[in-house]
């Protein structure tokens, strides 16, 4: 299993914590709910 790291600084983290607790996510499934938001056609597009 592969592991990402990204530095975001105190207000990102706020607000991207505020999001997933939200919408009761993992930062996992953050992560992968906002890069198929942002992929229409590619390969993490279900119809």
């Known amino acids: 299993m592969r592991e990402i790291r990204i ?4 207000g990102q983290y706020d607000r991207l914590t ?3 607790d939200a919408h009761g ?3 996992r499934g953050l ?3 906002g890069a198929k938001g942002l ?3 590619g390969p ?3 119809e």
Do not use: A, C, I, N
Request: overall charge negative.
């Open 25 to 27: 996510l993992t930062w």
């Open 18 to 20: 505020d999001v997933k």
């Open 31 to 33: 992560l992968l709910r």
């Open 44 to 46: 993490l597009h279900e």
């Open 7 to 10: 530095e975001v600084d105190d």
């Open 39 to 41: 992929d229409s056609s």
